[in-house]
T-cell receptor, first 114, second 116 residues
Framework: AQSVTQLDSQVPVFEEAPVELRCNYSSSVSVYLFWYVQYPNQGLQLLLKYLSGSTLVKGINGFEAEFNKSQTSFHLRKPSVHISDTAEYFCAVTPGAGANNLFFGTGTRLTVIP | GAVVSQHPSRVICKSGTSVKIECRSLDFQATTMFWYRQFPKQSLMLMATSNEGSKATYEQGVEKDKFLINHASLTLSTLTVTSAHPEDSSFYIC????????????FGQGTRLTVV
């Protein structure tokens, strides 16, 4: 079985400061890893994904994440946040090919303070 | 990109009534759509997989007679919450893949259901 833990439910950060949103997962099989963002009153949008290859993955809007197999982590980072990054961020995993059966974390609310 | 539209975005209904939520893929055909539910401060949980032209596959613990799923066309899946009760109040969200095995799922904007 798969599970995802997002330890931080809320992360406030000042504008132009760096941010890291933490994600840890557990799985008995190899997984694909995803970060989704949800802006107010909108659906989930894919930020980035790790399927294989380079463990550092770059996504949209200046975000990146690093897959660490030994620590079973997939933390999301951005060196300098903007007000527009205020949103809910979800880490998710799926076992094997396809985006079926996505297992989500509980989400992290990022609030960027002017 | 692919667009998935969900309607309504918010609905309030009386206990005992039924509510239908629509999920449409606007610019692609989706043979498979997925329905999730999210309770406050909890993860999105997969409820069921909706297959066009066939019966939905429900996750363990999800009552198929209570949460009726119909996937009558390649662009529309509906979730009907029958005889809704306050404990059914939740955030319901659908997703669809453009192709089988595609690694990216496209999500609707979700429906906030409140049963009073």
């Amino acid at each position: 079985a798969q599970s995802v833990t997002q330890l931080d439910s809320q992360v406030p950060v000042f504008e132009e400061a760096p941010v890291e949103l933490r994600c840890n997962y557990s799985s008995s099989v190899s997984v694909y890893l995803f970060w989704y963002v949800q802006y107010p009153n909108q659906g989930l949008q894919l930020l980035l994904k790790y399927l294989s290859g380079s463990t550092l993955v770059k996504g949209i809007n200046g975000f990146e994440a690093e897959f660490n197999k030994s620590q079973t982590s997939f933390h999301l980072r951005k060196p300098s946040v903007h007000i527009s990054d205020t949103a809910e961020y979800f880490c998710a995993v799926t076992p094997g090919a396809g985006a079926n059966n996505l297992f989500f974390g509980t989400g992290t609310r990022l609030t960027v303070i002017p | 990109g692919a667009v998935v539209s969900q309607h309504p975005s918010r609905v309030i209904c009386k206990s005992g009534t039924s509510v239908k939520i629509e999920c449409r893929s606007l610019d692609f055909q989706a043979t498979t759509m997925f329905w999730y539910r999210q309770f406050p401060k909890q993860s999105l949980m997969l409820m069921a997989t909706s297959n066009e032209g066939s019966k939905a596959t429900y996750e363990q613990g999800v009552e198929k007679d209570k949460f009726l799923i119909n996937h009558a066309s390649l662009t529309l899946s509906t979730l009907t919450v029958t005889s809704a009760h306050p404990e059914d109040s939740s955030f319901y969200i659908c997703s669809a893949n453009r192709r089988a095995g595609d690694t990216e799922a496209f999500f609707g904007q979700g429906t906030r259901l409140t049963v009073v």
